[in-house]
């Protein structure tokens, strides 16, 4: 099973996240035996620290 998410959030400094994530579900039954995630980490970067954070 496939799923994307975009998730928003306000980080603690007031300025705002907002991110695409992929999650790769591997199902048996009815168990999740594993979960893989996929994100832009270099954007997930930037928009916690900032462009001046390098």
């Known amino acids: 099973m496939i ?3 975009r998730m928003r959030a306000t980080l603690a400094g007031g300025r705002p996240y907002e991110n695409d994530y992929c ?4 199902v048996a039954g009815d168990k999740i ?3 893989r995630e996929y994100t832009d980490t270099r ?4 928009m ?3 462009e001046e954070a390098r």
């Open 3 to 5: 799923v994307e998410e």
């Open 33 to 35: 035996r594993k979960v």
């Open 43 to 46: 954007k997930g970067w930037r």
């Open 23 to 26: 999650f790769v579900f591997t």
């Open 48 to 50: 916690v620290f900032g």
